[in-house]
């Protein structure tokens, strides 16, 4: 790699391997690098400009480097799937309902730039009416939100009259959330009286959340996921590099 990297550099057109090492680490930090954001555009050309080269790079760490043209993505999926174990329950939860929200915009044409704008509460209507489970405290949920824009899934904009803020859903929601999520997830609802396989649904030794909520009738999921599209079948993101 070393050798394939200095050969590289010297057709990159005045870039240096530090510029690549900090390419490969703002993406490995971020999960997703879109175009339109400034922080990321630096690092997304330099990739996407060497893209053959990263993805060499990343297969022989067990990753997948992933692009998107239409909407102007870059980013990294597991290459093995029942690997990746880091996402407490909770988390998957709301984005099986972030995912429903942003089919839902766009079977009825409100997509902006591929994102769809919700209130927040509108997600925490559809996780409580839906998944019938307990709203989490408001110091929690702007704790999951913060993890969510960490993996670039989402954005946050201006707080709405709630107090709450407006969730720009990311088009690399599809990318992390597909079939074998949601079979998984109706697994879970479905079962009440089994508990969650922890490897499947959340982190390692994290918070299972098992509290004594009813579960809903699993079909009305189905029903919920079947009105959005399924043709993009993601996985769930890794744990961004510390």
């Known amino acids: ?37 400034p922080v990321d555009r630096d690092a997304y050309r330099l990739i996407v400009n060497h893209f053959d080269y990263f993805g060499n790079l ?12 239409t909407f102007g993505i870059i980013g990294l999926l597991p290459g093995d799937a029942e690997g990746c174990k880091h996402l407490r329950l909770v988390d998957s939860l709301m984005l099986l309902c972030l995912r429903l929200l942003y089919e839902e915009g766009m079977a009825r044409f409100e997509a ?26 408001i110091s929690d949920f702007r704790e999951l939100l913060r993890r969510l824009r960490r993996y670039s899934l989402i954005e946050t904009r201006d707080e709405a009259e709630d107090g709450l803020p407006v969730i720009r859903i990311l088009p690399t929601i599809r990318l992390v959330t597909g079939d074998q999520v949601q079979t998984r997830l109706a697994a ?33 999921l189905n029903a919920a996921w079947d009105a959005g599209e399924k043709d993009l079948d993601g996985e769930a993101p890794p744990e961004p590099a510390p």
């Open 1 to 37: 790699m070393l050798r394939d990297l200095r050969q590289v550099c010297e057709h990159a057109g005045g870039a240096e391997p530090h510029d690549f090492r900090a390419a490969a680490g703002a993406l490995l930090k971020r999960q997703f690098l879109l175009l339109e954001r």
């Open 58 to 69: 990343f297969d022989a760490l067990g990753w997948t480097l992933h692009r998107d043209d």
């Open 112 to 137: 902006r730039e591929g994102s769809v704008y919700a209130p927040a509460e509108a997600l925490l209507g559809r996780y409580e009416t839906l998944l019938k489970r307990k709203r989490p405290l």
């Open 188 to 220: 879970f609802i479905g079962a009440p009286d089994e508990p969650p396989d922890e490897g499947e649904l959340a982190t390692e030794g994290g918070d299972l959340d098992t509290d004594e909520t009813p579960r809903p009738d699993p079909t009305s």
